[in-house]
């Protein structure tokens, strides 16, 4: 079965520091991965995805699979970026597959 | 606001007792799932639905859960005889026809608390 792990429940950084926060998967297949992020008081909603290699809000992730990692990196943290980070996967890519696993998560807080 | 609804958004019972919750998708999204979250851990798959047929069940979804989305728009999940387990924040999301892209439009949630 496939497994998310995001090894640090909390991160706190200084604001203009750099933040990279960790996801680790295990899955056997080819899957897709994603960071979906909740600020204090609103929804859970998706962030980026591996597959669009873009970059959000100033995050990045670059899918390593031979370290099976996909972390997310900011150069330089913002105060607005305090929130709840999951990192979810879903098996095999194409479009067949509709159920996204789930980290437990990462609290970033950013400090002024 | 067009957004993924649910309903209560608060929910406090005896244990025993019957809940259900339901969920308002985005008109336009065929595909509804539902997740639950407990203190420390990420959402965690329950089900799922594409338009009315429920596709996948977790086996986190005891005898006690049912869930239904009898005309392919709204669904409810009902919890029967309540255990204090089940406490919990339970999530609706749909997701957009088509080829999936892994972008799931979640509601606000619904949270339980068993007594």
């Known amino acids: 079965a496939q497994r998310v792990t995001q090894p640090e429940k909390l991160l706190s950084v200084f604001k203009g520091a750099p933040v990279e926060l960790k996801c680790n998967y295990s899955?056997?297949?080819?899957?897709?991965l994603f960071w979906y992020v909740q600020y204090s008081r609103q929804r859970l909603q998706l962030l980026l995805r591996h597959i669009s290699r873009e970059s959000i809000k100033g995050f990045t992730a670059d899918l390593n699979k031979g370290e099976t990692s996909f972390h997310l990196k900011k150069p330089f943290a913002q105060e607005e970026d305090s929130a709840m980070y999951y990192c979810a996967l879903i098996r095999d890519s194409g479009g067949s597959n509709y159920k996204l696993t789930f980290g437990k998560g990462t609290l970033l807080t950013v400090n002024p | 606001d067009t957004g993924v609804s649910q309903d209560p958004r608060h929910k406090i019972t005896k244990r025993g007792q019957n809940v259900t919750f339901r969920c308002d998708p985005i008109s336009e999204h065929n595909r509804l799932y539902w997740y639950r979250q407990t203190l420390g851990q990420g959402p965690e798959f329950l089900t799922y639905f594409q338009n009315e047929a429920q596709l996948e069940k977790s086996r986190l979804l005891s005898d006690r859960f049912s869930a239904e989305r009898p005309k392919g728009s709204f669904s409810t999940l009902e919890i029967q005889r309540t255990e204090q387990g089940d406490s919990a924040m339970y999530l609706c999301?749909?997701?957009?026809?088509?080829?999936?892209?892994?972008?799931?439009?979640f509601g606000e949630g619904s949270r339980l608390t068993v007594l």
């Open positions: 999301a749909s997701s957009r026809r088509g080829l999936f892209t892994g972008e799931l439009f």
């Open positions: 899955y056997s297949g080819s899957p897709e």
